[in-house]
């Protein structure tokens, strides 16, 4: 394991990747809202786009990077959020790159 990552754990400072949970209050309204869980800083992903406008990653192993039905979840759990909280076109278009993506490559 990472002593990086542990001594961060221990500390409670949050990164990209192990960001602070935020409960939204909102979520259990009568209407479809934002996740329970805030994913939004998920939404500024500070690493490469594909060729089909979402996420890659390299994975541990050092392999061709690669997008993964999980992190584009997460990422557009975390996009869907800020899109609802602050209706910017770009959260938009960067939702929808997600959907495609999850629709012809998810399982």
Known sequence: MDLLYLIRFALSISDYWHPHSEIQT??????????????????DYPGPLGD???RIVVGSSGKTPASSTVD????????????IRMRDERCYQKLVSDLRWLASHGS
């Not at 584009?72 to 899109?83: D, H, K, N, P, S």
């Open 52 to 54: 089909e406008e979402v």
């Open 26 to 43: 909102d979520f259990l309204s009568d209407k479809i809202g934002r996740y329970p869980v805030s994913m939004e800083a998920k939404a």
């Open 72 to 83: 584009i979840i997460l990422y557009g759990l975390g996009t869907r959020g800020a899109f």
